[in-house]
């Protein structure tokens, strides 16, 4: 798969590289300290991945990627960085990017850009864990109708809902009174519907109303 990295620490993107070709699987096929390098670099290589982080000089992370996927909403962009906040967390996941990782969890690197590399999304445990309090802070309402219109009944929605708080089936299981086995059926149904193909494109698609690169499904 062929990487470009971004990251306005040079000592950070020379490490990346090593780390990336070390194994065969990536090549680093660029490198830039800034937003501008990242707009630039991916219209010029088109890399199968963008690596990014956020906080850079001349232009953030984040506003390079609302460049990139305005014009490439097909494109794959993981973020690669040591801030949690949820209003980057938030900003990420509406813009479409495929991922955000904390710099801590370099381990998982290489299996993240695996699956943004065949379309999944990735995010670490700690912007996992930060999605049940992001939901509450998003009115529930109009989000509960808007899935309705999307042909989702009120049991399926009220388990998209308790899908994208971070629950696992048993959890689910637990606070619908249902069993596991028809809790996966309703997910399996929910998916099929949305075309969406895992629970964590249903949790970014519940709490932001949008899916990978950007695009947003129509409500009637």
Avoid: H, W
């Amino acid at each position: 798969m062929r990487v470009l990295v971004v990251d306005d620490d040079r000592l950070v993107t020379l490490s990346l590289k090593m780390i990336l070709e070390a194994g065969g699987e990536a090549e680093v096929v660029g490198t830039g300290q800034s937003g501008t390098d990242a707009v630039r670099l991916y219209r010029q290589l088109r890399p199968d991945v963008l690596l990014m982080d956020i906080r850079m000089g001349e232009m953030d992370g984040l506003e390079a990627a609302e460049k990139i996927l305005k014009g490439s909403p097909e494109a794959a962009i993981l973020f690669l960085t040591t801030f949690s906040d949820d209003e980057y967390i938030v900003r990420a996941l509406r813009l479409g990017a495929r991922g955000y990782l904390l710099k801590q969890d370099f381990e998982s690197l290489l299996p993240a850009l695996r699956a943004v590399c065949s379309g999944q999304s990735v995010f670490g445990g700690e912007v996992v864990s930060k999605m049940p309090l992001l939901m509450k802070s998003r009115e529930e309402e109009p989000r509960r109708k808007s899935f309705g219109r999307l042909g989702l009944t009120e049991r399926e929605i009220l388990v998209a809902e308790q899908v994208a708080s971070g629950k696992n089936n048993r959890e689910i299981a637990e606070a619908l009174y249902l069993s596991e086995g028809t809790v996966r059926n309703y997910i399996s149904e929910i998916l099929e519907k949305l075309k969406l193909r895992d629970r964590t494109q249903l949790a970014i698609f519940y709490l932001t109303g949008k899916l990978q690169g950007g695009e947003t499904r129509p409500a009637d």
